[in-house]
C-alpha cells in the first residue's frame, strides 16, 4: 500500500491532482468565510438610520 502511494506522488500527475484538491479546498474555505462574514454582519448602510 505504501508502496502504491510512493508511486503515484513520485509522478507528475499524482501531485498535480494533489494541488488541485488542496487549491480547491482553500478556494472552497475561503468563499465559505467569507460568505459566513457576509451574512452574519450586514453593511453598514443598510441599516435603517
Do not use: C, H
Not at 494541488?19 to 475561503?30: C, K, S
Amino acid at each position: 500500500m505504501m508502496a502504491l502511494m510512493q508511486e503515484l506522488f513520485a509522478t507528475d500527475i499524482g501531485l498535480m491532482s494533489l494541488g488541485v484538491v488542496v487549491i480547491t479546498i482553500g478556494i472552497v474555505g475561503y468563499l465559505a468565510n467569507m460568505f459566513m462574514k457576509l451574512s452574519a454582519e450586514p453593511p453598514q448602510n443598510t441599516k435603517p438610520r
